[in-house]
């Protein structure tokens, strides 16, 4: 009971707090409190993920208590979400386009393996390697993006294709051999930089700063490649005239068409730069594994679109955002580790993401009747 | 010449020159024989099209008789299977609406072209939004929104056609008669040689139509030739020079209204009336 009334005066304050200097919508007394809601949240999306995290913090600080609100289990919700919150970027941007990428997850590997393979079995510098995979990246994702635009195929029935074709690429490349972590470390430790720990609150300390509140934060540098990747995406995205590009083509391609917009190029662009933000989080991926495995990550993809779904981006295209994508990244995590920490099976955990798939997908259909 | 080798190509059909203003002009936007089909309907059959410069033409006819099909087959938004266009008197065969535009040719499209979830400074802007001139727009590409919101708002006032408190509001939440207003501001404060309009009063009302008509004589007034496709006589006759009369996919008259009154337009139109020979095309 106290914990359903917590929970909905802290969806009331995220509201408030997403509402800056109340909007004209609030004096229409005339229209129910289910419009304005329908109102409010088709003009701030974003912060219906924000109210379940709270949700789902509040909650599993009283199921699981003391374990679940510890600075050192958030460190470890972070470290588990970095590599599906940099997918999840990527995807993003493929489903700001209306599209769907179900390659993402084998580009990481494939990208994983060329850098690691080439720096570790084929001895070459890890300043030719890393590139190398990065470059690989760029290249499957640009291929899903010539396919999509040029044969006028959907892109799930694409990248369903390049799926089996990326992973098959992988195993030729990889011989199904994996990269110890051992070897790794003597050839490229670069590669293995990502998943360097360090605590903030030491850092701080070192520059002469108490920060008391950051005691017991675990984090590695994968984390901080997660953020950098997410504000530079968010920056181009909101900032620069292809961002803009990429909302008008996802929203009415027909209409950006007309407007001027080259859609093709903006759909080559996303699919590309995308799979570049893949090989990215291949480097995070040796980092928190150490080496390389070519069989890793085999649900990366599923989870990828769970997180932007979650994150409140609508899979019709044109609405959405990368900050909505990290808190959904976030949910995921915090929800399968509350459940775990109160004692429950594996099983309750994807049940609980199941349902909240399908809750915020209506949740987008219900908000988009607004426009209609 | 230049008006010379753009009408060498068209031997077969009979020029327009006669029923424009002045023979020795070179047509602003020109085509002769446009074809396009959509599967067995042929939405254009043979279709002309004569623009002259610094002229407010309408063009007129029924639903579905392929004027929106023609305006589109003219700025690039469909390829037509057969025909030729010119634009001042130079061939051209524009592959998509940009290049159309990037050559001064704006247009608002019947279905708006607008992008919903984008406020109404992304939409007037969309195609060719402006960078920042400092470091951080040459370097990082950021956009100048203070000066595209600057701008959308003061081409919107000076259309004084709708009244936004926001010019970031996305266009979906405007009504449609707003969103036909943002969508003639963009062509209006954006077309240097030619702008077409499709049926820009259809969603507007008494007020909003004026301000429309009015938009469109200011442009004349800057020397620039309209397009003008409506179904609304009174506006047609009060606004065009000319009008060009379109049924069952082809230009098949083209009057003068002050020679010709509304009901001799629609007669027309509708198939009642032989087109008057002297000016059909
Ligand atoms: N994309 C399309 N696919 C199939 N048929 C089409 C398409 N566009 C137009 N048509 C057909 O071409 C014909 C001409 O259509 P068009 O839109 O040019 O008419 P219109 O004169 O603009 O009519 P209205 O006054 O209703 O706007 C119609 O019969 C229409 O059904
Ligand atoms: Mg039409």
Redesign the pocket.
């Known amino acids: 009971m106290s914990d359903n009334a917590t929970g909905s005066a802290a969806a009331e304050r995220g509201l408030a707090e997403a509402e800056p200097g109340g909007v004209a919508s609030f004096d229409n007394a005339d229209r129910g409190p289910i419009r304005r809601l329908q109102e409010i949240l088709h003009q701030y999306p974003t912060s219906i993920p924000f109210i379940v995290l709270l949700i789902g913090v509040v909650i599993f600080s009283f199921a699981a208590p003391g374990k679940f609100l510890a600075p050192f289990n958030f460190s470890l919700i972070l470290q588990q979400v970095t590599i599906i919150a940099i997918l999840g970027v990527a995807q993003t941007l493929i489903i700001l386009t209306a599209g769907i990428d179900l390659s993402v997850g084998v580009i990481m590997i494939l990208a994983s393996v060329v850098m690691g393979r080439t720096a570790v079995v084929y001895g070459v510098p890890v300043e030719i390697a890393f590139p190398l995979g990065l470059l690989a990246g760029l290249a499957c994702g640009f291929v899903n993006g010539l396919i999509v635009t040029k044969l006028r195929l959907p892109p799930f029935i694409v990248t369903l294709g390049t799926w089996s074709i990326f992973g098959a690429l992988n195993v030729w490349y990889s011989k199904s051999e994996t990269i110890r972590q051992a070897d790794m470390q003597e050839s490229a430790p670069f590669l293995q930089w990502t998943g360097t720990i360090f605590k903030p609150y030491d850092f701080f300390a070192r520059m002469g700063l108490d920060l008391g509140f950051l005691k017991g934060w675990v984090l590695n540098y994968g984390s901080i490649v997660m953020l950098l990747v997410a504000a530079v995406i968010w920056y181009v995205l909101n900032k620069t005239a292809f961002g803009r590009h990429v909302y008008a083509s996802g929203d009415d391609p027909d209409a950006a068409r007309l407007a001027g917009i080259n859609t093709d190029r903006t759909l080559i662009g996303v699919y590309a730069l995308a799979g570049f933000i893949c090989a990215i989080a291949a480097w995070v991926l040796i980092g928190r594994i150490g080496g390389v495995s070519p069989q890793a990550g085999q649900t990366a993809n599923l989870d990828s679109i769970t997180a932007v779904v979650i994150g409140g981006t609508s899979l019709f295209g044109g609405r959405g955002s990368i900050v909505g994508t990290l808190v959904g990244a976030l949910i995921v995590g915090v929800f399968r580790n509350g459940l775990a920490l109160s004692g429950l099976e594996l099983l309750w955990q994807d049940f609980a993401v199941g349902v909240l798939i399908i809750v915020a997908v209506t949740i987008d259909q219900w908000i988009r009747k607004i426009s209609s | 010449m230049t008006h010379e080798a753009g009408t060498t190509h068209v031997a077969g059909y009979a020029p327009a020159a006669a029923l424009a203003p002045d023979t020795m002009v070179v047509p602003a936007l020109q085509a002769r024989g446009l074809n396009k089909r959509?599967?067995r309907?042929v939405?254009l059959d043979n279709a002309d099209f004569d623009l002259m410069p610094n002229e407010i033409l309408a063009v007129i006819?029924?639903?579905?008789?392929?004027?929106?099909?023609?305006i589109?087959a003219l700025t690039g938004a469909?390829s037509p299977d057969h025909g030729e266009i010119w634009l001042n008197g130079e061939p051209v065969a524009f592959k998509s609406p940009i290049e159309a535009r990037n050559l001064g040719i704006e247009t608002v499209y019947?279905n708006l072209a607008l992008s919903p979830a984008l406020s109404i400074a992304d939409n007037m802007f969309l195609g060719r939004e402006k960078r920042r001139e400092d470091f951080f727009g040459r370097m990082f590409r950021t956009l100048d929104k203070t000066y595209m919101q600057k701008m959308a708002r003061q081409k919107l006032t000076e259309l004084g056609l709708l009244t936004i408190q926001n010019i970031n509001q996305p266009v979906e939440t405007l009504s449609g008669g707003q969103r036909q207003g943002v969508a003639v501001a963009r062509a209006a404060a954006f077309g240097s040689r030619v702008v077409i309009m499709?049926?820009p009063t259809a969603a507007l009302g008494v007020k909003e139509s004026r301000k429309v008509l009015e938009t469109i004589l200011r442009l004349k007034e800057r020397g620039l030739p309209i397009v003008l496709?409506s179904?609304n006589m009174p506006h047609v006759f009060e606004v065009a020079d000319r009008i060009h009369i379109?049924r069952l996919?082809k230009r098949i008259a083209v009057i003068n209204p002050k020679r010709h009154t509304m009901s001799d337009a629609v007669a027309i139109m509708t198939g009642a009336m032989a087109p008057p020979a002297d000016e059909a095309a």
Do not use: F, M, P
């Open positions: 959509y599967g309907v939405a006819g029924d639903n579905g008789a392929g004027k929106s099909t023609l589109k469909v019947q499709d049926e496709i179904h379109h996919g």
